[in-house]
């Protein structure tokens, strides 16, 4: 009988049997299949669809479509102007402080732009920069979102101090530091603050079921608890301490991979959320919930320098991160493949070996799933979209729209 991911090649080869590979697919089965999931783990707060997760307007479309969904988290500030003024959205927070003056002089002068899209702060040479570009009073107000730092800094003997467990973001990190930089964007003329962000990445970015990790993985799961014990006070804090000095539209947290936790925390509103559409393979070390894989890449066999290895052609699409090797591509279909441990995923040529690739021969091709989500889309200029057994739609990516933000 054949298992889920013989069934799983055997469509995507029949759909796309007339596509020369390298390219990239979507299966939109899995795709809606997520997108339900992750509304449901919500618990009735809206997700908000992070873009850079995707990197392609139509699926963007399409998972605003879906009950649960609302508004697009941005990358950059130029993404989000693209984005309202084509009618992806008119709801933008743009999850990162910019430095874009040509961007910031087009919101300043369009009133459409300024109501649709809100700008992420964490200091007031943020607002200082954009005086500069353009001066309160002869500009649009600026909607503004306080970046609150959600890392853990526990204190620990142990290790000589201070300890910090999560991203370097902002430099807001207590409830006093958010209500004192509130207080400054409220007396600022021009600008409105109207959200706070708290972004848990130690949390919701960090697998907690590492394979052949069990030891790692029980630590990590200990200080994912502490650290949302203690997030859960500071945030609720750092709230209060805001609205004293502005009336919150929103307050947002959270990310695939700690979407219902983070939905259970009273103070938050909304969650952000996006790489669980396309079930990239950093989420298979999650135990909460791991999402159905619906991207994939096809790369061809173009020789076989032995009897037990097969040669790919490309297949270099690194994840961005740490350098390890849970950033590779892995080798999906069909099962039983492995990346060569002195090339791994080469620029020009992937080698693959195991009892799978006895049987691949010269113009097969191997499926891979990428580490990441949206970083697929930069090697690619269009997604085929698969539905059962067939390709139904073929659409540009980023990319493919001659458009690169990062």
């Not at 003024?85 to 961007?103: C, I, K």
């Not at 949390?203 to 994912?224: E, F, K, M, N, S």
């Not at 939905?263 to 959320?273: C, F, G, L, Q």
Request: glycine fraction near 10%; charge should be neutral; aromatic fraction near 6%.
């Amino acid at each position: 009988m054949a298992t889920e991911r013989e069934i799983l090649r055997r469509r995507l080869d029949q759909a796309t049997a007339r596509l020369e590979p390298p390219f990239a697919v979507v299966d939109l089965d899995a795709f809606d299949a997520n997108a339900t999931a992750l509304a449901g783990q919500a618990a009735g707060k809206p997700v908000r669809i992070a873009s850079k997760s995707l990197r392609c307007r139509t699926l963007l479309g399409r998972g605003l479509a879906e009950p649960g969904w609302a508004g697009v988290m941005a990358y950059t500030l130029a993404e989000a102007i693209w984005l309202v003024r084509a009618g992806v959205t008119d709801d933008v927070l743009v999850g990162y402080p910019t430095t874009d003056r040509t961007a910031l002089a087009q919101v300043a002068a369009d009133p459409e732009l300024a109501a649709a899209i809100c700008l992420m702060v964490d200091n007031t040479d943020q607002l200082d920069l954009v005086d500069a570009v353009a001066a309160a009073g002869s500009r649009e107000e600026i909607r503004t979102c306080l970046d609150l730092d959600a890392s853990w800094r526990p204190m620990s003997d142990a290790f000589g101090g201070r300890l910090h467990i999560g991203t370097r973001r902002s430099p807001v990190h207590s409830a006093s530091d958010a209500g004192t930089l509130a207080a400054a964007v409220a007396q600022r003329p021009g600008f409105r603050l109207v959200g706070l962000m708290a972004y848990e990445a130690q949390i919701a970015g960090l697998g907690d079921a590492p394979p052949r990790q069990a030891v790692r993985g029980a630590t990590i799961r200990l200080l994912q608890r502490r650290s949302y014990r203690e997030l859960l006070h500071r945030r609720a804090a750092a709230v209060a301490a805001v609205r004293e000095h502005a009336d919150l539209e929103f307050v947002n947290g959270g990310g695939t991979g700690s979407i219902a936790l983070t939905s259970a925390d009273p103070a938050v509103t909304e969650i952000t959320a996006g790489s669980g559409l396309y079930g990239p393979t950093l989420f298979d070390a999650y135990r909460s919930w791991r999402p159905r894989p619906a991207a994939f890449f096809a790369l061809p066999v173009v020789r076989r320098p032995t009897a037990r290895v097969a040669t790919l052609l490309g297949g270099g699409w690194v994840a961005s991160g740490p350098a390890h090797r849970s950033r590779l591509p892995t080798p999906w279909l069909p099962s039983g493949l492995r990346l060569s441990g002195t090339e791994g995923a080469g620029e020009v040529q992937t080698p693959v070996s195991g009892v799978a690739a006895e049987s691949l021969r010269v113009g097969d091709r191997v499926w891979f799933r990428h580490a990441k989500a949206g970083e697929l889309a930069e090697h690619v200029a269009e997604l085929h979209l698969v539905e059962s057994d067939r390709v139904v739609d073929t659409v540009p990516t980023y990319r493919g729209e001659g458009r690169a933000f990062l």
